[in-house]
């Protein structure tokens, strides 16, 4: 059991929780610092390197039969943390603001009700599998927060870094709410049974 606690595809995923405190330090240097464009670039790089972590963890437990109980429980769990973190952070900076909060919102919401909704289902031991359009949904929020960290620092390289990060993380907000909304549907089909 240990050995299965502590296998490369776990470890993957305990560095990508580890990565969270990562780039919340660099947004606290970035507001020390005269120029804070090295600390948006190192943010991104963590980020980059967490996502790609996220593909190979589930893959490498795959293909090597390394899958474990606590590997499925953090896996969600660490990507939450990641992408909510992050979301907080452009939003307290000001990356995002006005409106555009709203998709940080939509987004942070349906990952709360999800959990709670898949939690339950877990206890009926039902389990709802991952669309396509919900892996869609993930690459388009991923994309898009890449973008939000580069921020200010990413709009002197490439023009609209940050405009076009927002777009991004509005076109993941929809996708979320269709997903969910699909998530919901199949869950509540067990919710109502059970009464």
Known sequence: MASRTYSIPNLLTYGRILCVPLIVVCFF??????SSDFARWIALWIFIIASITDFLDGYLARI???TSNIGRMLDPIADKLLVSAILLLVAADGTIAGWSLWAAIIILCREILVSGLREYLAALKVSVPVTRIAKWKTTAQLVAIAFLLAGPAGDKVLPYTTE?????LWIAALL????????????LKHVVDEE
């Open 29 to 34: 240097i970035e507001g020390k610092l005269d």
């Open 64 to 66: 090597w039969n390394q």
């Open 164 to 168: 076009m990060g927002i777009v991004l």
């Open 176 to 187: 979320t709410i269709y997903t969910g909304y699909d998530y919901f549907r199949a869950g």
